[in-house]
């Protein structure tokens, strides 16, 4: 590693181009962060210096998505350890990158949780050799990880126990945050997430990339948001919009406009991504064909550039109720409606009847059914969650993925990954509901959402393993006897805390926790008029041989204000 100094003057602070060239190098284990996407900036420098080469990275990243995925696609890494790698725009869709580059030999991938990676970062950075978790236990994570993953007897007696987490110690960090100072002591972007640990943890310390390089003296106004400490940085890199196409939220600062994702860009990044071609051509003009960051923000332009600074502005300020469009004489329910307003219908019941106080909301379906049972009573009758440390947020319409600015402005609390499923999802005394979708389900109601039986990956646990830490889960996924199967080839998460299961066509309960899901009740259908014929359409989408109630019902229609709501929701 190039140990030249930089001037008193400079402080740590170096240009982008001169930081990535003398502080990653090839073999090493990079470990990047910032928020869902990570140092955007800084990863399309890697591609510019090291593309054509073969450094032989082994990345370490929670969530790999955006500019990331093109690292694996221009062979830069040769191995992945991670909890999920997906292309983020509206939606979480499996990787094309990833999975070709699988099916080629190319890439390893390790898995992990969102928590559990964390945890083994932690580790490395408190020096000790292991971690405790509540995570992975009984999964093929903790099968496939037998290196890293291990299960003790509770040395204090209690008879139970225990999994451990191996320390995990990368070679260098590259973390994106809000700003620094010349010195290098870091206030990062709200919530934390999975942005603490790994800058701690690297032997080699940490390359900063930040929006603003401030004063020493307004880091003293704001010291209690300083989570990186100066000792443990190298460098110090000006890099305004540096988490692009993601979104960045300030914790609270002056002088810092936040910006929201670039859905545009990145829906046309993911149609690049169909064909090593295409997206090649992609690369050549977003990366190759710029010179610097610079250039980068240059070919956005300004107009783009403020319109997601303004996007920003405006989701944040919009009313915290919501204005119901009228769908009069558009009352035809689609099967995913009914779905979404069933789970909300169970959501509601669950939290009245245990007490809930939490419910931690999964992207996508199980989001949108969360959002519609919080605004279903007045005033919510519990706190929203997400995996990266948010709480008590108000939702905003078309927004079923986290990564947003709006998400964040509107949170009573704003912590870390570890905080928010180790302690509020997974901590003792929880309150909390996890909702959460899934790829496959068993019979037992455990979950895949990491590997087809085919053997092509999907996105991998997320939060989702942690999610069942909770005092109670319930999943919701499409019906059908390739999702509803014998027996899962990969297990993300064990099914013993799952209650519910509502699909497209039903709900499904388990009397008690390692019982088999029993079908308890049947969605209208106006072209499968009777129940007994819906029970056996439902037994025909199902790979096992499905046990039912003693009394199957039949779920009442939505009514005009749940669909409206709904509706709203999904505008």
């Known amino acids: 590693m190039d140990k030249r100094p930089v001037s008193k003057e400079q402080g740590k602070l170096l240009d982008l181009q001169e930081a990535v060239s003398r502080y990653v190098k090839p073999g090493m284990k990079l470990h990047l962060a910032g928020g869902i996407g990570g140092p955007s900036a800084a990863v399309c420098e890697i591609i510019r210096q090291y593309q054509g080469r073969n450094p032989d990275f082994t990345l370490i ?15 830069l890494v040769s191995k992945l350890v991670c909890s999920i790698c997906a292309n983020i725009a509206a939606s979480g869709r499996p990787s094309r990158v990833i999975q070709a580059a699988l099916e080629r030999g190319r890439l390893t991938i390790e898995n992990w949780t969102l928590n559990s990676l964390q945890q083994r970062l932690m580790a490395g950075a408190s020096g000790v050799p292991f971690m405790p978790t509540r995570s992975v236990t009984g999964s093929s994570i903790a099968a ?9 007897d509770d040395p204090f007696g209690s008879g139970e126990r225990i999994g451990l987490v191996a320390a995990l110690v990368p070679d260098i960090s590259i973390i994106h945050g809000c700003v620094a100072d010349a010195d290098g002591n870091t206030i990062l972007c709200a919530p934390c997430g999975e942005d603490l640990w790994g ?15 401030v ?11 300083v989570k990186i400490p100066s000792y443990a940085v190298n460098a110090v890199v000006l890099a305004p919009l540096g988490l692009h196409p993601y979104s960045l939220a300030t914790p609270g600062i002056s002088d810092l406009e936040p910006y929201e994702k670039d859905i545009d860009f990145l829906s046309d990044l993911y149609d690049a991504s169909g064909s090593d071609e295409a997206l ?12 610097s960051h610079h250039d980068y923000l240059d070919r956005l332009g300004r107009e783009r550039i403020s319109g997601l600074i303004k996007k920003a502005s405006m989701a944040a300020r919009e009313s915290s109720r919501p204005s119901v ?33 939490l419910v931690l909301a999964g992207a996508g379906a199980a989001a949108t059914a969360a959002f519609h049972a919080y605004y279903s009573s007045d005033p919510p009758a519990f706190e929203l969650g997400t995996g990266n440390g948010q709480i008590g947020y108000n939702p905003v319409p078309g927004e079923p993925i986290l990564a947003s600015e709006a998400g964040v402005r ?23 509901l996890s909702v959460v979708g899934a790829g496959q389900i068993d019979k037992y109601a455990n979950i895949n959402s990491t590997r087809t039986s085919e053997g092509k990956f999907l996105v991998g646990s997320g939060g989702a393993n942690d999610a069942l830490n909770a005092s109670e889960a319930i999943v919701c996924l499409d019906q059908s006897n390739r999702r509803f199967v014998e027996r899962l080839c990969y297990i993300t998460g064990r099914g013993s805390p799952v209650t519910t299961v509502v699909s497209t066509m039903g709900i499904f309960r388990k009397p008690n926790p390692h019982d088999e899901l029993h079908l308890v009740a049947c969605f209208p259908n106006s072209h499968v008029r009777s129940l007994e014929d819906r029970v056996k359409e439902i037994r025909n989408n199902c790979g096992w041989d499905l046990k039912t109630a003693p009394v199957v ?10 669909l409206q709501l709904l509706r709203w929701l999904t505008r």
């Open 325 to 357: 469009p009228d769908i009069t004489g558009k009352q035809d329910v689609e099967p995913r409606e009914m779905m979404l307003i069933a789970l909300s219908r169970e959501i509601m019941k669950s939290v009245k009847s245990r007490g809930h106080k």
């Open 280 to 291: 090649n051509r992609w690369i050549n003009e977003w990366i190759g064909g710029c010179r």
């Open 215 to 225: 004063s020493t003296d307004f880091i003293k106004r704001y010291a209690a948001l």
């Open 553 to 562: 019902e039949e779920v009442p229609g939505p009514s005009t204000e749940e």
């Open 61 to 75: 990243q929670s969530t790999v998505t955006g500019h990331a995925l093109n690292l694996v696609h221009t062979k």
């Open 410 to 432: 509107r949170s009573k609390i704003l912590t870390d990954t570890v905080m928010m499923l180790g302690v509020f999802v997974g901590g003792t005394h929880n309150r909390c």
């Open 144 to 152: 496939e990880n037998e290196e890293a993953f291990k299960t003790v």
């Open 199 to 213: 800058a701690l943890a690297s032997r080699g310390g940490a390359v900063v990339t930040v929006e603003n390089v």
